[in-house]
């Protein structure tokens, strides 16, 4: 996803269909954390390589404070070097997981962002929107109640269509 400083993040670019899971199995912080990275490796979007540092650095990154933004919803970030646009996964649970929120709720949803470290305009309107969308709409509900990976692909494609 590349952004001008107009224009509206795209859900459906920032989390394609191969960057969401539907049924995540980590109950705990680092699982879930973990558990994402795979899938970013697994759809090609980054390096093996850079797998052990990037959960290294989200795991140092929630220590600073839980990214969760309530209502069951967490948005774990952080820069990555050497990628040229802001990348997003989606992942499901469930049964919810334990990811050290103030609140001490259990997260359902969480949208993982990376950024480089030169793109902190894209950051600021990635995660906002996120935010905004966590908290003021139904789509946790929503990404809850989903049937299929497809159910949250529409989901995402009805949330950019709303702006």
Do not use: W
């Not at 001008?4 to 109950?27: A, G, R, W």
């Not at 052990?52 to 220590?63: A, N, S």
């Amino acid at each position: 996803m590349h952004a001008e400083n107009h224009e509206i993040v795209s859900l459906v670019e920032l989390f394609p269909t191969n960057c969401i899971i539907y049924e995540m199995s980590s109950i705990d912080r680092d699982g879930v954390i973990t558990e994402l990275v795979e899938k970013l490796v697994e759809s090609g979007s980054i390096k093996k390589s850079a797998r052990k540092k990037l959960i290294t650095d989200l795991i140092e990154r929630e220590k600073q404070g839980s990214t969760g933004v309530g209502g069951g919803a967490a948005v774990p970030h952080t820069s990555v070097a050497n990628i040229g646009e802001v990348l997003g996964i989606i992942g499901r649970s469930p049964v919810g997981a334990d990811f050290n929120c103030v609140t001490g709720e259990r997260v359902h949803v969480f949208f993982l962002v990376l950024y480089a470290p030169d793109m902190q305009a894209e950051r600021r309107m990635a995660l906002g929107r996120l935010i905004e969308l966590s908290r003021s709409t139904n789509m946790i509900k929503f990404i809850k109640a989903a049937k299929s990976v497809k159910d949250i692909t529409d989901l995402l494609k009805e949330m950019d269509g709303a702006v």
